[in-house]
């Protein structure tokens, strides 16, 4: 996303409902316990001292209501001390909370998890604030990427939260009891909220684009910039695009929430894991209910901590454990290969996987059920031909039943340093769902560059029936999304364009202009896409163009809606949304729409 986005010095009157860290906290630092109960069904939570206590590493904070409020607000505010500005620095963190209640101000930074460790997000309440804001960069929250808030209630002091966020920031099985705005009266640009009750409205300020996935919205909606998508989500606005431009869908055809670490009534840790659900609306917990889905005890996930070599792990992997990847930086001399059906591979605070010697991250077999969450696959300075494979090539079986799935999965090439990758993330399997997936050629930072960062594609899609909910990809050097494969949907797309093609010859194939941001390839009977959004800005050759922002056979079984295409700084143009109708896009005219096509 870009770092030169223009953005107000001064900000909206009532925009700054700040809390005081001093008067507020909540508990200390515990440790996790290693859980060895047999699968079964979840049961009601307590909250007594968990017995054992597996070292999860420093990066781990385990809080109890029990402890002294000054004790964890002095562990939460140096936390975010640490991590309010290190866009690119190593540390991670997972502020973790015990069922119970607490007085505190939980400002989130960036590589920073927030969650409850409860069942249900209602077992964890925190008054006070759980909140993003943007003050290390005066209020434009452009840059406020890799954190999250999961599974807890929160009653803000004030009457209104604040997650003034862009990509890779998910608002996940939140219930919070109050309002919650998506600015810091500068700019921000996109985010994604799932499984989470707003008892009060949601203002979306200078929010220039954001998905709502199976949620409900108790006190409604205010305001969009340019593309706002809600897909299975009760008491949604309704389809107004593109005036206001909002999308509406009232189902998810096919969705599963992500896994999450909680305590059983024992003090046992566990994970869940949530069964899939179809033509779903709503939350997963509405009143109370226990989610759908199974538990599995810690004892049966091998616990990864930076330095553990990926030998070690895939000989864990091949003896039938599943991952619990902890918050660090974890450096790979082979990909991590998932071949059982049913695998989780769960990150705790943004954990980051780099394939040191230009391999892949991670492998799947073309298996059911494997479930993928909670981690950043950055790439390192020899070149990965992928940095995740989901199936190999030529991948032929369907997963209907039990698809694979990836939850707040992010891939990097740059911005930490010099990068390369050919390709992020190819899909070969069939059935697979992506739910908040970003995708992202660094455009600022460390190692930046048309020839110091390359990355050609950001995600290939070659198996059927492939599902996207909130995809984000950007600054890639030729096709941002290639899709190959037939019956794929998505659900919410935003892009930008590369900033630095040097010229005419970098940025073009064959006789077009440019390239299309999201490419459906011409062999595809059916294809459906709802709220688009590609963004350009040219800062190295000024000037150039892209014939069309989106591209797809004109079939009958192909349906894009809702498509938007911006010149960010009129240095740049599309001359038409998609197959030669709407825009341009352009210095005269910055922002062109179109409603449906073909």
Known sequence: MSRLRPWPRTRPAGCRARLGTAALAAAATACLALGCAPERPPAPLAAPAAPGAPD???????????????????????????????????GREALLFKPGTYDADVNVGFYTQVAGLGLRPDDVTVRGAVHAEADWLRGNATQNFWRAAENLSVTPASGTDRWAVSQAAPYRRVHLRGDLRLDDGGWSSGGFIADSLIDGKVLSGTQQQWLTRNSELRGGWSGATWNMVFAGVRNAPPTTFPDPPRTSVDQTPVVREKPFLYVDRSGAYRVFVPALRRAAEGTTWSGGAVPPGSS????????????????????????????????????????LRITRPGTVVLGLGLATLVPDRGTAALTVADVDGVR?????????????????????PGARRRHTADPVSLHDVSFRVGGAGPARAVRSLVVHSSDVIGDNLWLWRADHGSGVGWAVNPAAEGLVVDGRDVTMYGLFVEHYQRDQVLWNGDGGRTYFFQNELPYDPPGRSAWSEGGSAGRPAYRVAPSVTRHEAWGLGSYC???????????????????????????????????????HVAGGNGGPADAGTRVATLRSWP
């Not at 590493?57 to 290190?86: C, K, N």
């Not at 004892?299 to 991952?323: E, W, Y």
């Not at 993928?372 to 190999?392: C, K, N, V, W």
């Open 56 to 90: 999860l590493g420093p990066g781990v904070h385990v809080f109890d209501p029990s402890m002294p409020r000054q004790r964890i607000q002095r562990t939460l505010d140096e936390v975010f001390r640490r991590q309010e500005s290190a866009q690119f620095g190593p």
């Open 296 to 335: 599995r005890p810690l004892g049966r996930f091998f616990v990864v901590r930076p330095g553990t070599a990926a030998a070690r792990i895939n000989d864990a992997l091949a003896a039938g454990k599943d991952l619990l990847i902890t918050p660090g930086v974890h450096h790979l001399d082979r990909p």
């Open 372 to 392: 993928i969450a909670g981690l950043l696959a950055d790439a390192g300075p020899a070149a990965s031909p992928a940095l995740m494979e989901i199936g190999p």
């Open 537 to 575: 800005h040219f800062t190295s050759a000024t000037g150039l163009a892209t014939d069309h922002a989106f591209e797809a056979p004109r079939r009958p079984g192909v349906r894009l809606h809702s498509m938007v295409a911006v010149s960010l700084g009129g240095d740049c143009a599309y001359r």
